[in-house]
């Protein structure tokens, strides 16, 4: 099979300055664009299926050979230029200005090669006994010369244990099989030719633009090194293990799937990594580290009732996944979160942890009075300065040194020395559930109705409520919640809302006050079918004809206090957790439909 992909585009345009009503002299009128862009693909793919037939039919063998090409060719020429003496001279060749940021006068030309080959067999002998390996070799042009081609192993085999003479007497068992593998696979890096060092032109003056920098030496234009010479990038591998359980009971009335599985990532692959600018760089690509992911799934189907006219069916998933770090390059930043300020958390890369936690203090209400800004020792007994008089709780002295007046936040002060600092951050929770999954019912009334139910859920998973933080702070002329109406105000009073302090104080830093459990029970879906008998549909001279309605988003279940506790940890970010900016929460909504085929 080989497919073509040919893209040649030819484009110009011409902004005049009477369709934009700006000045003549801005860099945003009489705009003219010439370019040509040609991209060029060709994928290729060839098969070869190979199944001999054995004398002896206990023995199958399947193999396969396949090879895979890749070759995408990309080449652009374009120009584009602003303020032309006039909305006449629409050509960008003629006098104009190409010193400004959206200006261009550029040539590009890239290309992308990869193959890969690819070899397996499956072995089976009385179908209970399978065997499956496999060898892939890829090879791909974003690498050096040295770390080019890599190959990439795996094996697999299956135990059907319910073909065994031992199970006869296991008149219920349909199915029962035990399985094993183990493979590796390979990514490439999202850029072409960073094993070069690619020199860019200066510019000589205005602002930076895609031809240059707005930087020049003496007055004058040059050349410089854009990126350094990556020849050692590597191939992100990712080997899997998986030993997986199915069952099958009950004449296929009961189907359980159970799999355990780690998938470790070594050279873990990142992009626009940033290092010291006294290099000559800002950021660099890099092979970064190990990364495990493991974790188990389970799926159970079952038919717990079934008669002529009526039928049961419930299904259950439960799942548990950990990202936990292997290596780490000394180059990666470590750490996140500046926790002497207010609203942020401390998160961490470590060694053998987990993705996801994140540090904080402990808050344990609000000062009070003035007596209760006293600083305590571990037996709780007040803490005497040199002078003889009681020392009073700080904020990261020396650096900071704020004194805690009543009214104050109260954090713990773990190491019980009068200050809360660095010393006193201690770790608050996870953005990795324990589990997830969900679970759901059908019920069927011969072939025409059936309703379905199903539920899903999140269990142990903490989250930063962002927006308890932001209505609850009292820093700034933001609308606020009711909450803040039971602050502190005068001595004597006890709440655990701090008092307000505009642009000032310590009352919001990354505490557990602002982390909940997210745990919840969503009721997601109802739906009533209900499908025409075939004496129906033949008397309306139609072939099929269903109605339905679906309810969704009916009921959540939850403690948690936000809108919507299905939080998503979204981006990139390596440190990301999940953080509640009150999005929307999903809608609860009917849909009715109907379904007629001629």
Known sequence: ????????????????????????????????????????????????????????????????????????????????????????????????????????????QYQTRSIGLLLSGQYSYLDKYIFNAGIRGDGNSRFGADHRYGLFPSVSTRWRISGEKFMKSFKSVDDLSLRLSYGQSGNAPTKDYSYFSIYNALITGGPASSIGTPFSYLGQGGIYPSNPELVDLRWETITGQNLGIDLIMFSRRLTLTVDFYKNRTKDLFYTGLQISSFTGFNSIDLNVGTLDNQGFEVG?????????????????????????????????????GDVTTNGQYATFLKVNNPFGAFYGYKFKGVYKDMASTIAADAKGNPIIGPDNQPVFMKFNYPSIGYTFQPGDAMYEDINHDGNINYQDVVYLGNSNPKFTGGFGAAVSYKTQWKLTAFFNYRFDYDVINATKMNTTNMYGFDNQSTAVLRRWRKEGDVTDIPRALYRSGYNFLGSDRFVEDASFLR?????????????????????????????????????????????????SDPFRVATDESFTPPSKTFTIGLSVSF
């Open 300 to 336: 159970l189907n079952t038919i717990p009732y079934k008669t002529k006219t009526w039928q049961v069916d419930v299904n259950f998933n439960i799942s548990s996944n950990e990202n936990i770090i292997r290596e780490i390059s000394p180059l990666y930043p470590s750490s996140k």
């Open 523 to 571: 009721f997601r879906t109802l739906t009533l079918r209900y499908t025409a008998a075939k004496k129906i549909s033949d008397r309306l001279k139609v072939k099929n004809l269903s109605g339905y309605i679906t309810v969704e988003n009916l009921f959540t279940w939850s403690k948690y206090t936000g809108q919507n506790p299905e939080v998503s940890v979204s981006g």
């Open 1 to 108: 099979m080989c497919s073509l992909y040919i893209n040649n585009t030819k484009n110009k345009s011409f902004l005049p300055q009477t369709a934009t009503g700006r000045l003549s002299t801005e860099p945003a009128v009489n705009r003219a664009y010439d370019g040509d862009i040609d991209v060029f693909n060709v994928t290729t793919k060839t098969n070869l299926v190979y199944t001999p037939r054995f004398k002896n039919d206990k023995h199958s063998l399947i193999s396969f050979l396949s090879l895979n090409t890749y070759d995408n060719t990309s080449t652009s020429h374009e120009v584009l230029t602003s303020n032309t003496a006039s909305s006449i001279i629409q050509d960008p060749s003629s006098p104009s200005r190409t010193q400004n940021s959206e200006s261009k006068l550029q040539s590009n």
